[in-house]
Structures are given as C-alpha cells and as structure tokens.
C-alpha cells in the first residue's frame, strides 16, 4: 500500500491555537524584559545610591558621615563618676583639685575627746580620692589651732583598693610609733574611717592594714573586728560643731555663723569674745534637732570692725558648766 503524500499547502495547526509566528513570541518577550530592566535601573537612580544591587557594606558608617544616624548623648553617667559634690573629672586627665572632708581629734586625753571636721582642697592622683584624703589628714596641719591628728608625723599610706562599699587602706608599719590612751586610739581609728568613706560615698565599711596585715591593735590597745563601719556620730562627733565661718576667715560687719549640733534640748548657747578675752555678745540659738539627734543651727551676727573669738557650746544639765566648746577666730573688716 502506498504510503500518504504531505499536502504542501496545508499547516499544522500551533498548539496554542494562535496564528502568530514563534519569531514573533520571541521579539515580544524580548522587548518585554527590556522594558523591565530599563525600569528597574530608573528607579535605583532615583534614590541616589551608586551601590550595586543586593551587595552590603561589612563596615557601618561613621558617626556624624551621611547615611549615618546622629550620636544621642547617653544619660548614664561615667562609671568613675564621684560623688556630687566633687568637680567633674575630665576623661583624660589623672590629676584634678577636689574638696574632701579631713576629720581631726579635739580634747587630746580627756574624756571628751571627739571628732571635728575640716573641708580642704587636695589633689586627688588617678582617681583615687580615698588615698589623697587619708594622706592629707596624716600630712596636712588643721586650720584650727585647736584641732589636732594624734596619728604620728611619719604616717604614710601605701596604698588603697575598694570593691563594692568596701574600702581598704594599707598603711605603712611607721603608725603605730608612739602610745595613747584607750580613747584616743579609738577615735583615730574612727578619724580615719570616717575621712575614708567621706572621701567616697559609695563606700561604708573600711579594712585597715599595716604592711598588708590587718590592723588588730593601735598605741597598745585592740582595735575593732575587721572592716570597720562608722561608729554613731554621738559616740564620736563633737557635740557642738562651727562649720561657717572657718577658722581665720575675714568677714563683713554682718555675718551668720553656721554650724551642727547633737545637744540637750537642742539649745546651743555662744559667747564672743575680743582678743584681749573681754566678753562682748553673749546668748543662744536652737538647733533643728537635739538629745540624741544631730540638727543644724544659725545665728546672725552684727560686730565693730576688729577681731573676735566665737565661742559656741552647750551647758550642763548638772552644773551649767561648759561642755562641747567649739571656737572659731575671725576678722571683721
């Protein structure tokens, strides 16, 4: 049987049924995607970037460079930041001028022998505030003739550490060169203690060492379990304290004379006096608090140009006898 002859006029029929060429379905598709990438490209121009699509920069911009957020200011302060009261430490420097607060033993043996406070200006090294404090109370001589620091003259301090609220400071073996009563031993421990967590008021408890030992008795008598925290201040403050005026300070013909008090009824009586000892004003103030209560006191004063000693106390509930002197000298212009 012969096999069927083609018709050469005849087409077979597209599988899409459409009449259109396949040359055709190809330019179309490829005018298409040029359309598309020409799009594409219009719009990476448009946003102004010259970087290439899908790569990233492995280093983020520098602050302050365009494309980078601007720096916000933290509102935590440094971690080295010291107490309010102290200046601000420039980040850089390691020596700067701060005030601290010396304390100093008034009354030498007697059975009133308290703590008085000073405030100097001492440099502080390395951000070590508690180290210059305790150096000046053994080195720096009190304002106030009548303070003294029973600690002896070639007391030096090696060195100090703190972690946490503790604080320790290494002294060297020339403190314990001299002998005191039982009273005075234990208030120059309490000096110490006290000016240390001044110094740092992030701290409340002190470990005294001699040589890297532990300090465990001072001038022939036992000292505290070590660290040692401030004893209460009616143990070891004076009871009558003259913060303002310091001592040696000129004035105007007014002046209001400041101070603390932890007395009997809170009354804090005052007498002035000239230099040649004569009497001149004479009376008393209460202070904000009392009988077991440390509180603040003021009085305002009026004088004649000249010198005087103001001499601010409590009397006692017993005799009416002076107790709890404080004395400032000071010129009135």
Same mark, same amino acid.
């Given at each position: 049987?012969?096999?069927?002859q083609?018709?050469?006029?005849?087409?077979?029929?597209?599988?899409?049924?459409?009449?259109?060429?396949s040359i055709w379905?190809?330019?179309?598709?490829?005018?298409?995607?040029?359309?598309?990438?020409?799009?594409?490209?219009?719009?990476?121009?448009?946003?102004?970037?010259?970087?290439?699509?899908?790569?990233?920069?492995?280093?983020p911009?520098?602050?302050?460079?365009?494309g980078?957020?601007?720096?916000?200011?933290?509102?935590?302060?440094?971690a080295?930041t010291?107490?309010?009261?102290?200046?601000?430490v420039?980040?850089t420097?390691?020596?700067?001028?701060?005030?601290?607060?010396l304390?100093?033993l008034?009354?030498?043996?007697? !059975?009133?022998a308290?703590?008085?406070?000073?405030?100097?200006?001492?440099?502080v090294?390395?951000?070590?505030?508690?180290?210059?404090?305790v150096?000046?109370?053994?080195?720096?001589?009190?304002?106030?003739?009548?303070?003294?620091?029973? @600690?002896?003259?070639?007391?030096?301090?090696?060195?100090?550490?703190?972690?946490?609220?503790?604080?320790?400071?290494?002294?060297?073996? !020339?403190?314990?060169?001299?002998?005191?009563?039982?009273?005075?031993?234990?208030?120059?421990?309490?000096?110490?203690?006290?000016?240390?967590?001044?110094a740092?008021?992030?701290?409340?408890r002190?470990?005294?060492?001699?040589e890297?030992k532990?300090?465990?008795?001072?001038?022939g008598?036992?000292?505290?379990?070590?660290?040692?925290?401030?004893?209460?201040?009616a143990?070891?403050?004076?009871?009558? @304290?003259?913060?303002d005026p310091?001592?040696?300070a000129?004035?105007?013909?007014?002046?209001?004379?400041?101070?603390t008090?932890?007395?009997?009824?809170?009354?804090?009586?005052y007498?002035?006096?000239d230099?040649?000892g004569?009497?001149?004003?004479k009376?008393?103030v209460?202070?904000?608090?009392?009988?077991?209560?440390?509180?603040d006191w003021?009085?305002?004063l009026?004088?004649?140009?000249?010198?005087?000693v103001?001499r601010?106390?409590?009397?006692?509930?017993?005799?009416?006898?002076?107790?709890?002197?404080?004395t400032?000298?000071?010129?009135?212009?």
């Open positions: 049987m012969a096999a069927p083609s018709n050469p006029r005849r087409r077979t029929p597209r599988p899409n049924g459409s009449g259109i060429p379905l190809v330019v179309v598709s490829a005018v298409a995607a040029g359309l598309l990438l020409g799009l594409a490209i219009g719009m990476l121009g448009r946003d102004g970037s010259s970087d290439t699509v899908g790569e990233t920069s492995a280093t911009a520098a602050t302050g460079q365009p980078a957020p601007p720096a916000v200011p933290s509102d935590s302060p440094p080295t010291e107490p309010t009261t102290t200046p601000p420039t980040p420097s390691d020596r700067e001028q701060r005030t601290l607060a304390y100093y008034r009354g030498g043996a007697n !059975s009133d308290r703590l008085f406070r000073e405030f100097r200006s001492i440099q090294v390395d951000r070590r505030p508690v180290l210059a404090a150096t000046a109370m053994f080195t720096v001589r009190p304002l106030d003739r009548d303070y003294e620091n029973p @600690w002896p003259a070639s007391s030096k301090v090696l060195s100090t550490s703190k972690s946490g609220d503790l604080v320790t400071v290494n002294l060297a073996r !020339s403190v314990a060169g001299r002998s005191a009563s039982e009273l005075v031993s234990r208030m120059a421990v309490q000096q110490l203690v006290y000016t240390a967590t001044a740092d008021l992030s701290t409340r002190v470990n005294i060492l001699v890297g532990s300090l465990t008795s001072l001038w008598h036992p000292v505290a379990p070590q660290p040692i925290e401030r004893s209460p201040e143990d070891v403050l004076a009871p009558v @304290w003259i913060t310091i001592e040696g000129t004035v105007g013909r007014t002046v209001t004379v400041k101070g008090a932890d007395v009997f009824e809170a009354r804090v009586s007498e002035v006096a230099l040649d004569a009497t001149v004003q009376g008393a209460q202070a904000s608090a009392g009988s077991g209560t440390r509180g003021s009085k305002k009026t004088f004649e140009p000249g010198s005087y103001l601010f106390f409590y009397r006692s509930a017993d005799d009416g006898s002076v107790q709890g002197l404080d400032k000298t000071i010129r009135v212009r």
